[in-house]
């Protein structure tokens, strides 16, 4: 199973210096159609299938959680304070999995996605980098990962808690 905390290793190639997203707009050369912003509209950033599902398994087995913590940087998805353990549920295509051969496959705007999900990347390696430093564990999975093997990430959640307990 490879988890989205890999992504550090897929990511040393890249340069210290920030990533520049330009804007999408008709007027930077970007366009979509009303299929497709409709489509993009529905996704969403939070309370994600994949997350609800390792929420659910999780309190079934009596963990208790915060969600989102604000105060946190990068807006954990899951935050256990008493572990200072912090989970991150990531989408494959928002977040980089497999990015080398998916960014190949990007056909409409490539000028404006490919920066995108880049710059989501680097953004993901920052935020590990400064939780960390600040004393918390961080756990990324992907959301294919949690979906078909809910009980290994429940897992690895459970002996991080014992490793800080």
Known sequence: MKFAEDMNSDMSDYKPGRIKVPRFSEKEGFYTTPQRSKTMSKIRSKDTKPELLLRKALWAKGHRYRLRVKKLIGSPDIVFRK????????????????????????????KFWIP??????????????LLKEQGWTVLRFWDSSVKKEIQKCVEIIEQNMLIKN
């Open 83 to 110: 572990y200072k353990l912090v989970v991150f549920v990531d989408g494959e295509f928002w977040h980089g999995y497999n990015w080398e051969e998916k960014k190949q496959k990007i056909k409409s705007n490539r």
């Open 116 to 129: 995108k999900i880049e710059r989501n990347m680097q953004r993901d390696i920052e935020v590990n980098n």
